[in-house]
């Protein structure tokens, strides 16, 4: 019985060592949450050094650009300065001027010299535009009519088609180029009154006195302008198609009798022919 008092009492003292008391447990809480905002504390102070080194760290690179960027403009400016010097000029370039002088344009232009005179007045009649159908959609080409002269009696008309603009007017001036005929000019007008046909078109051309002036349409006129005269009377009868009138004028000129060559076959002079 009594080694069982014993064992009791023995059990009884573990259990007592073993048994914790609340305060016991407030007081390891308290001290956990304080090593908790330590943390948290010796955490926010250690980024803030981080921070303020990093800025550190930015305004010396920052410093050392800005350095080599003052010692390059010196550089630049010191060199600018002494190739001013060896020119002999220390006046600074003003905008659009090269190394060559005053104006980008300058040796340009002294290459280029007087402008050259074209030889032939060009003058565009018609240009006309047709429309194909296809399977694709729809393909364009282009005529044009154009009369060319040197204003000195020699006139000639072309009519050129192709897919570009350009090109037709240029195949136009080639052919009237290939074309040129004579047109008899006196004193700035024609020497008689004459009369030209092409299918329904007919155009009348009468001479007319110092100051009078073209009096004429658009085909008449630009043939006339071209060929060098000055004073004219003309009348367009008939069709008004610009082709037609043209070939109209052309045929008035081929109608009209040459001065020259009839004073020559009657035998006499020009003077005594005109009168």
Known sequence: MENLEDMAELAGTETDEVKTSPDDVAE???AGAEVTEAAVAEAA??????AETAAKETEAV??????????ETVAEDSYVAEARAESGSDRPRRFGEGRGGRGRDRGRDRDRGEPVEKEFVEKLVKLNRTAKAVKGGRNFSFSALTVIGDRKGNVGYGFGKANDVSEAIRKSIDKAKRNMVKLPVKNGTIPHEVTGFFKASQVMLKPACSGTGIIAGGPVRAIMEAGGVTDVLSKSIGAASQYNVVKATFDCISRMMDPKTIAKNRGKSLKEFWG
Do not use: D, F, I, L
Not at 45 to 50: D, K, L, Q
Not at 62 to 71: H, I, M, R
């Open 28 to 30: 390891v809480t308290v």
């Open 45 to 50: 102070v250690t980024e803030a050094a981080v």
């Open 62 to 71: 920052e410093a050392v650009a800005a350095e080599a960027v003052t010692e």
